[in-house]
């Protein structure tokens, strides 16, 4: 079998580092099964991925790989750093203990298990990952496991569309000051200021999500290339560390925001400063970094805070548009230009019939309530064909507004065939009107209206069949 010639199983799959991972594996040939219970996640970051690679996923898998993602927290507060593969594993929050198997569950613990938060059941779930991953492989000797220990992702992919916005409040950095910074959070929270750093805050190893994908791919490499792995752990870090005030100062800069702080005591189990030692995962993995190493690194235009994904993307095995003659459009991009065409026709619409009213007087609406309907329905469309205009060119430069995908969807499929219905009545109703009108300016104006009405009407039906094709996509998939 070649080695891309494989079906892998991504579990947590449209997760922040998940959706990274599986579009380089897609990327690299390899079919790809995502497995994910969208507890913290979307189905629309999934369809994202589909956008970005063009590929369908495989619904039949045969395993005895594996690629665990652990963590750097197994390491607790180590004695030194960088941390070493072989150090022993002192995990010292709950979450470390979780990823290193430390602490055995009692059934008193157990029993608790159901009433705890949701944030704090998921770390004891995963407590005895690594060593169960271990206990397989030596009951099994044919099972050949990775354990890959991350330091901390940020970051995004360079096209925008995929990056970190879970739901609810941000348990990492990056995104807890990306929502800061957009709005939703009033300020970050600095757990730790006067911890034996150059600054007073914790230091950690930031690294550039896609570098952490492309330790997945090594890793792959080295389970179908080598017959002696058992169950090894490897390092994906940067191997240098920053603190979270040099990450929030790095921010700052990058994007011309500042970001208010509030210095907090520190949290029980935090390590003061932690990094990796990458030599093992140079060595014998192959990987090396690629996005990157310092905090600016986080920071690319990719990572600006995204409310909403931008929906111009380029496939990944198509050139960048810069590298492009004559780049493929993307639909959104259609759904923009058609949604200014009926923006244009509504003010024409309605510029006639107020342009040329007063000139007529002010019978011409009192006798003729046919042109104040008329008038009403094309303002109206011109105000919602504005509101979706504004609303697609800030998604297309990366500033959306808060408003999930789904309940755009939804919102613009039922509003759209609404204003279409009252552009196709009111220039239904106007006709007899102007047959009334004989020859006069405000007949002319009329004419010009229902012109333009019923131009903004047809836009309008295109612009709800789009998004009812989008609507149906979605409860297709």
Same mark, same amino acid.
């Given at each position: ?154 970051? @995004? ?44 805050? @914790? ?92 905090? @600016? ?181």
């Amino acid at each position: 079998m070649a080695l891309y010639d494989r079906t892998i199983l991504v579990t947590g799959g449209a997760g922040f580092i998940g959706t990274h991972t599986v579009v380089q594996l897609l990327s690299e040939g390899f079919t790809v099964w995502i497995i994910d219970n969208l507890d913290n996640s979307v189905l629309e970051a999934i369809e994202r991925v589909r956008d970005l690679v063009g590929a369908e996923l495989s619904r039949k898998l045969h395993f005895n790989l594996m690629v665990f993602s652990s963590s750097a927290t197994v390491y607790g507060q180590p004695d030194k750093i960088p941390c070493v593969e072989d150090f022993n594993l002192m995990a010292m929050n709950p979450y470390g203990r979780t990823k290193s198997g430390q602490t055995p569950l009692r059934q008193c613990q157990c029993s608790l298990i159901p009433c705890l938060p949701k944030y704090s059941l998921i770390p004891w779930l995963k407590l005895f990952l690594e060593e169960i991953a271990r206990d397989i492989q030596k009951a099994e000797p044919d099972w050949k496991i990775i354990l890959l220990r991350y330091f901390n992702p940020v970051g @995004a992919h360079e096209s925008g569309k995929l990056g970190e916005d879970p739901k609810g409040i941000p348990n990492n950095l990056m995104p807890y000051i990306q929502q800061v910074a957009v709005g939703r959070l009033p300020e970050l929270n600095v757990y730790g200021h006067d911890y034996p750093t150059r600054d007073g805050s @914790a230091i950690r190893d930031y690294i550039h999500v896609m570098d952490l994908a492309d330790g997945h791919i090594a890793a792959l490499r080295k389970l179908f290339t080598s017959e002696d792995i058992g169950c090894t752990a490897y390092n994906l870090g940067t191997g240098q560390g920053t603190s979270v005030l040099e990450m929030v100062a790095a921010f700052e800069k990058a994007s011309g925001k500042k970001i208010p702080i509030k210095l907090c005591p520190r949290r029980a189990g935090d390590a003061t400063a932690v990094y990796a030692s990458t030599e093992k995962a140079a060595k014998e993995l192959g990987w090396k970094l690629m996005a990157g190493v310092s905090p @600016a690194a986080a920071l690319s235009p990719a990572t600006q805070p995204l409310p909403t994904a931008s929906p111009v993307i380029q496939p990944v095995s198509t050139p960048s548009p810069s590298t492009q003659l004559f780049p493929t459009p993307s639909p959104f991009s259609f759904s923009v230009a058609t949604t200014g065409l009926a923006l244009l026709f509504s003010f024409v619409s309605a510029l006639s019939l107020t342009v040329t009213a007063p000139s007529s007087g002010r019978a011409g609406f009192t006798k003729y309530p046919e042109l104040t309907y008329c008038l009403v329905v094309t303002i109206l469309a011109l105000t919602y064909s504005a509101f979706q205009l504004c609303k697609g060119i800030c998604d297309i430069t990366h500033k959306g507004f808060l408003i999930s995908d789904r309940v755009s969807d939804y919102s613009s499929f039922i509003l759209d065939q609404l204003v279409g219905y009252l552009l196709a009545s009111s220039s239904s109703v106007i006709i007899p009107a102007i047959q009334r009108l004989e020859q006069t300016a405000l007949w002319k104006a009329g004419i010009v209206s229902v012109c333009m009405s019923f131009a903004a009407f047809l836009v309008t039906a295109i612009c709800a069949l789009f998004s009812g094709y989008k609507l149906c996509k979605r409860v297709i998939w």
